[in-house]
């Protein structure tokens, strides 16, 4: 089974959680694992994101220019890996 992992790293603010999660949503995708802290010396906000790629609407191609609107948005630096090419 094909699940994308996304990491998260950006500066904290409100909204962030909502808006990568909407975006999983939006796209059909089932999230299967999510952790996420603040660095409170650093204000530095960090999320781990995994969800299933099984009936997903993007390609793994298209998620990366799709996934830049968000990204900007909160001035995120990003990685996004797949469980296949990790095995």
């Known amino acids: 089974m094909s ?6 790293s950006c500066p904290d603010q409100k909204g962030i959680t909502a808006s990568v999660t909407r975006f999983v949503y939006e796209n059909r995708g089932n ?3 999510a952790g ?10 960090f999320m781990r994101l ?5 009936g ?10 799709a996934f830049k609107t ?10 996004l890996f797949f469980t ?4």
Not at 3 to 8: D, F, S, T, Y
Not at 36 to 45: A, L, P, R
Not at 84 to 87: G, W
């Open 3 to 8: 699940h994308a992992i996304l990491l998260i």
């Open 31 to 33: 999230i299967v694992h």
């Open 36 to 45: 996420q802290h603040i660095d409170d010396q650093s204000n530095i906000f």
């Open 50 to 54: 995994e969800w299933d790629m099984q």
């Open 56 to 65: 997903f609407a993007l390609s793994r191609e298209e998620i990366f220019d």
């Open 70 to 79: 968000v990204a900007k948005e909160f001035s995120m630096e990003w990685q």
């Open 84 to 87: 296949e090419d990790t095995l």
